[in-house]
């Protein structure tokens, strides 16, 4: 496994790597309330679509940890109020609701539960999508790797790493996984602006992993295409809708209408907690719209005039016709997405029912 962790659960506190400050600090919050859950989640301390769904999880084992003293009734209505309060810190990424709603249902089928039982039944289902997900990372890896030449060039966007998930990666766990079979593998790194997750976290990244890359500014990477060789672009995912419209940081379809053009395959890199099958495409799914302030300063120093106006939309929709094929930890999937995905997202969840079973 990696050398660090994005999050863990450690005498009953939340424990994040703070994710603002990396690569140049590595600095960990221990958080002990749902609250300050939520906030971290909104400020992007801990980021990354299946990261966000887990430490979301672990803030709802706060909630109930936090209100044990109240009586069940109370203390079940007020875990409904913290599932409201953490699914609205970023609207994106569905991994969030699907994680608080597993949660949710868990208590609902425990009706006799009392206020222990309730928190210890909350942390047990908060563990469980943890370990899943580092599971589903390594075999999103693992089922990319017939895709891939043996020497292989990758374009990356944004981070999709051990810092994106519970631990593993999902694009980069791609990326990891070739390595680490062989593969002889270089990673163009988009720097992915406004926040800089490529050239901050992707790269610390694949320096601790001896993965040879460049950084690149988003805007190049037409031209790298087109001067250099590329065998691939991978990217992770925030939500997939079922015809496989993908929703993903922003300037990931400028990359897929650029990888279009030039022939190049692109792969969504997307655990089945990523797919949304309630949305028929990708109109329907949120666009998270940050502040001006992410575009128009870097590190608090202001690079655009006074009073210039940005607009901040943090994420894109990739529509499914770029995207050559979308890897799932129960299989890839093809075109028609809307006849391929349905099937793998069945498979995953029979995979996590026999895990429960196991319990
Ligand atoms: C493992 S996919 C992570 C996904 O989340 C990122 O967004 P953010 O850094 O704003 O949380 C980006 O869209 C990645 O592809």
């Given at each position: 496994m990696t050398t660090y962790r994005s999050l863990e659960w450690r005498d009953n506190s939340l424990v994040l790597l703070d994710q603002r400050v990396l690569p140049h600090n590595v600095r960990y919050l221990t958080l002990t309330r749902v609250e300050e859950v939520a906030e971290a989640i909104r400020n992007m301390t801990v980021r990354g679509a299946p990261a966000i769904g887990s430490a979301a999880a672990y803030g709802m084992a706060l909630a109930a940890l936090q209100n044990r003293v109240l009586s069940t009734q109370k203390l079940r209505h007020f875990l409904e109020q913290a599932a409201d309060l953490l699914k609205a810190?970023?609207?994106?990424?569905?991994n969030l609701a699907w994680a608080v709603d597993r949660i949710l249902d868990r208590i609902k089928i425990n009706p006799t539960a009392d206020t222990e039982e309730i928190f210890q039944i909350v942390l047990r289902e908060a563990h469980r999508i943890a370990e899943e997900d580092v599971r589903t990372n390594r075999q999103i890896g693992l089922n990319a790797l017939p895709l891939l030449p043996h020497k292989v060039t990758f374009i990356h966007h944004c981070n999709t790493g051990a810092l994106a998930t519970v631990d593993y990666g999902t694009a980069l766990g791609i990326i990891r996984t070739a390595h680490e079979h062989g593969h002889e593998v270089f990673v163009y790194v988009d720097e992915t602006r406004p926040r800089l997750q490529g050239a901050r976290l992707t790269a610390w990244e694949l320096q601790q992993l001896g993965i040879p890359f460049q950084i690149i500014v988003d805007g190049a990477s037409g031209f790298i295409m087109r001067t250099r060789k590329v065998d691939a672009v991978v990217v992770g995912c925030d939500r997939v809708a079922r015809n496989g419209d993908t929703a993903n940081k922003i300037g990931t379809y400028n990359l897929a209408i650029a990888a279009h053009a030039h022939g190049i395959p692109f792969y969504v890199a997307a655990p089945t907690s990523t797919i949304d099958l309630s949305l028929p495409n990708g109109e329907a799914i949120p666009i998270e719209e940050r502040t001006e302030d992410e575009i128009t300063t870097i590190e608090g120093f202001r690079i655009a005039p006074e009073n210039a106006s940005a607009y901040n939309p943090a994420f894109d929709v990739t529509p499914a016709s770029y995207i050559t094929a979308i890897i799932t930890e129960a299989g890839v999937a093809y075109p028609p997405y809307d006849e391929s995905l349905p099937s793998l997202v069945e498979l995953a969840q029979q995979w996590r029912t026999t895990i429960t079973e196991q319990d």
């Open positions: 810190s970023r609207p994106t990424a569905v």
